[in-house]
T-cell receptor, first 113, second 114 residues
Framework: KAGVTQTPRYLIKTRGQQVTLSCSPISGHRSVSWYQQTPGQGLQFLFEYFSETQRNKGNFPGRFSGRQFSNSRSEMNVSTLELGDSALYLC????????????FGPGTRLTVT | AQSVTQLGSHVSVSEGALVLLRCNYSSSVPPYLFWYVQYPNQGLQLLLKYTSAATLVKGINGFEAEFKKSETSFHLTKPSAHMSDAAEYFCAVTYGGATNKLIFGTGTLLAVQP
């Protein structure tokens, strides 16, 4: 089975621009979560989607948004980029069982200049 | 608010020595607990998870962790460190229910000296 894939792997953007990151979960997984990893704040939960519905949201400004498609693929969008948005963005997918076993993708490294 | 504390942001051991990485959670309700490992420029890989079935949990690569409710701890151990164990390790909790949200500790960077 293919793992979680994230595209692109690396991205450089300018302050004020917007960016869209993509995540393809493992086949059969309907739950997708997004995390931001920075040296200062560590790993922080952004949001979680299940069957195209946002099920949970972290404490991030409205510039951060996401969505999930009917094939469970997910995208996250960051508008009006700030320097502090530079981070590794990780996507994780899981079956909707408790407790969850989340499988992480390799991440997208976003650099904002 | 629920939180996870990892004592020691950097731990250095000699090859062949015991590895002990500490994790404490704050919650009156025992959560589900996980240990993840992250190698440079990679995502997170699940090492092991505690789901209340057994207090001593064995994971991959020879790692294990013991859940101690009285100490609200879930420390990760490995009897003999290998050079390939050098990586960053994260403890995480989730409370199940209608969310898969993970709360992570700040991570411990493990260095293994030859």
């Amino acid at each position: 089975k293919a793992g979680v894939t994230q595209t692109p792997r690396y991205l450089i953007k300018t302050r004020g621009q917007q960016v869209t990151l993509s995540c393809s979960p493992i086949s059969g997984h309907r739950s997708v979560s997004w995390y931001q990893q920075t040296p200062g704040q560590g790993l922080q939960f952004l949001f979680e989607y299940f069957s195209e519905t946002q099920r949970n949201k972290g404490n991030f400004p409205g510039r951060f948004s996401g969505r999930q498609f009917s094939n469970s693929r997910s995208e996250m969008n960051v508008s009006t980029l700030e320097l502090g948005d530079s981070a590794l963005y990780l996507c994780a997918s899981s079956l909707d069982i408790s407790p969850p076993k989340q499988y992480f993708g390799p991440g997208t490294r976003l650099t904002v200049t | 608010a629920q939180s996870v504390t990892q004592l020691g942001s950097h731990v250095s051991v000699s090859e062949g020595a015991l590895v002990l990485l500490r994790c404490n959670y704050s919650s009156s309700v025992p959560p589900y607990l996980f240990w993840y490992v992250q190698y440079p420029n990679q995502g997170l890989q699940l090492l092991l998870k505690y789901t209340s079935a057994a207090t001593l949990v064995k994971g991959i690569n020879g790692f294990e962790a013991e859940f101690k409710k009285s100490e609200t701890s879930f420390h990760l151990t490995k009897p003999s460190a290998h050079m390939s164990d050098a990586a960053e390790y994260f403890c995480a909790v989730t409370y199940g229910g209608a969310t898969n949200k993970l709360i992570f500790g700040t991570g411990t960077l493990l260095a293994v000296q030859p």
